[in-house]
């Protein structure tokens, strides 16, 4: 059992914003001496949970667990209490680890590493085998590592952790009432290094002109990964097809048309504007249905890709990928966009038509930005116009 004079109280320490160092070296030392501390009283916290977790008191107070109890009570997450419970009916078994941390020469969370591979291994687990290398690596470094020296002992109990993992992964999906989808979830290592693969690429930033979040830019590449259907592999090839979206809208609405309602977008909870529907229809299969009185279909049309797959194979090949200024998004991740629109007039040759992807896409039709053929070829963008308070009147 660990005794409470293990940790003592940081001398001056301080919640309040003071004038320091210029160099950082005085903060980096009290960084170090604060995480230090840290790692005794969570070693202080082990011992008392692993107690606490052997006892009733959870269960008499209406908890289903110890966890629970933790989690509401000591105001933490559930991972969190479960590390500490584990770390903490561990600590006999780790002695020379516990002495570690004590010493300054790893953290808690090594030790964290060490408690789970040790239940991993049983009885069997001799800490000494690994210590040096909890000793010469990071924490995260060390997690892995771990991952490695039980799969190398027993595969089989490791495969069947990693067959858990995948049954585990679980997704929520919560439409808003304006619409909005709210996504949480959770992915096994395989899963979830497939989807980062996909992802990543995408939410790069696309130019020095691109001052989008980091979160702004990982939903866009969901959203223009979702935007695709993927043939083979996890990154589509050239050619592959789009995903197919139900769209219904009207005449009016497509030319927009002042007084024209809103469109309808399949599994989306609310209509979508006339540029969305605009944009959307850019490149894509347009099929004409004619309605009599009382919504009697009189007439259904052949669908139509507005960029037909020689056009498209053309375009390709001149633009070679998003004509954007600063954008390096291939070919095969662009639409075709008509730089005066179909709707309007315009036509599907060559100089009417340029590659956008799915972001610089949105930025022409519900961003307002223009995108303009120069004399000499290469494409120029125009910022929306903003306007600052009213227009004087006459004096």
Known sequence: MLATQDVQPLAGAQL???ERSVDGAEEANELKQIFRQVDFLLLQASAVAARFAATNYFDEGGFASPIEWIRFECHQTSTAAADVIAVGENLERLPQTVQAVRDGEIGFPHLKTMARTANFFGGSFDEIKVLPKAKDNSAGKFYYICDHYRHSVDPKAYEAEQTERVENRKLTITTCDD????IKGVLDPEGGAAFLTAVKPLARRSGAHDDR???KRQADAVVELSMHSLDTGLIPQQGSQRTH????????T???????????????????????VERLACD????????????TVIDVGRAKRTISGPARKALNARDRGCTWPGCERPASWTSGHHIKHWLHGGDNQPPNLTLLCYRHHWLVHEGNWQIVRGDDGRMLTIPPTVTFGLPRGPD
Do not use: C, H, M, Y
């Open 245 to 252: 979206l139900n769209v219904t809208a009207s005449l009016e």
């Open 16 to 18: 309040a914003f003071e």
């Open 284 to 295: 894509a299969s347009i099929t004409r249905i004619v309605l009599g009185s009382e919504s």
């Open 179 to 182: 619409g909005a989808v709210l």
């Open 213 to 215: 979040s980091r979160e």
């Open 254 to 276: 497509l030319q927009g048309l002042p007084g024209a309602s809103a469109a309808d977008l399949e599994f989306s909870a609310v209509p979508i504007s006339a540029k969305t």
